[in-house]
């Protein structure tokens, strides 16, 4: 594997840096940003947990449970940044079997440059080197192509079909199951 020396942004405490990016913990003043960003319809149908409209106000008081849940090792919400500028999310939710769920979004301005990839690479490492997992499950909507690609480059692969509610579309939508082996990670 090729050794990347460019220099990378300096991130600060409880910070990942990648190539171009900071994963770095939410604050309270992202909030309208995120609610921004996420409350675009074409990101948050993509999303299960996503109101649409997102409701004002409510960005901020996800972000406020972040610390509490971070120091219970239940949940690593990132925020990614861009010199300086949030361009989307990515997290690790602990679920009830045990395992991390990933999962992110970019904002639509940003789609197209890489940044899941790059920022899902950085908290797959941070799960598998940081936090010691074996395995880490995710998983789209069956119409997510885009996500489906970026799983795919991860190394992710499709466990099985479920039918999972999407809040912003209002029903239940076809949704493909993954999971990456700490091996199977592509680095
Ligand atoms: C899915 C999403 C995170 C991708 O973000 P991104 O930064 O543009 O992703 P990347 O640039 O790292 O990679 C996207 C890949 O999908 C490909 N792609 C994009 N649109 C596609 C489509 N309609 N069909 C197939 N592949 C597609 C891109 O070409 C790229 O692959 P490549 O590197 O081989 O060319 C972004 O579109 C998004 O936030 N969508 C809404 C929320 C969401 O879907 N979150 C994930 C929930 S599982």
């Not at 990347?4 to 300096?10: L, V």
């Not at 990648?18 to 993509?46: H, I, N, Q, Y």
């Not at 679920?95 to 979004?105: A, K």
């Amino acid at each position: 594997m090729a050794v990347d020396f460019a220099p990378r942004p300096t991130p600060g405490a409880g910070s990942l840096a990648t190539r171009r990016l900071v994963l770095r913990p939410f604050r309270l003043s992202d909030g309208p940003a995120v609610e921004t960003l996420a409350g675009d319809f074409d990101v948050a149908k993509m999303l299960d947990v996503v109101p649409f409209p997102y409701p004002a106000g409510a960005a901020a008081r996800w972000i406020a449970t972040h610390d509490e849940n971070r120091d219970g090792g239940r949940e690593y919400p990132f925020a990614i940044e861009r010199e300086g500028e949030l361009v989307g999310c990515v997290g690790l939710n602990r679920e009830t079997d045990g395992l991390f769920h990933l999962g992110y979004w970019i904002g639509k301005p940003f789609w197209g440059h890489g940044y899941a990839t790059e920022a899902a690479h950085a908290a797959l490492a941070f799960a598998f080197d940081e936090l010691g997992e074996g395995e880490v499950k995710s998983g789209h909507y069956a119409d997510n192509h885009a996500s489906g690609r970026v799983m795919t480059k991860l190394g992710f692969r499709y466990a099985k079909e479920s039918m999972r509610f999407s809040k912003a579309r209002g029903h239940a939508v076809r949704f493909l199951d993954t999971r990456l082996a700490r091996a199977q990670f592509r680095r």
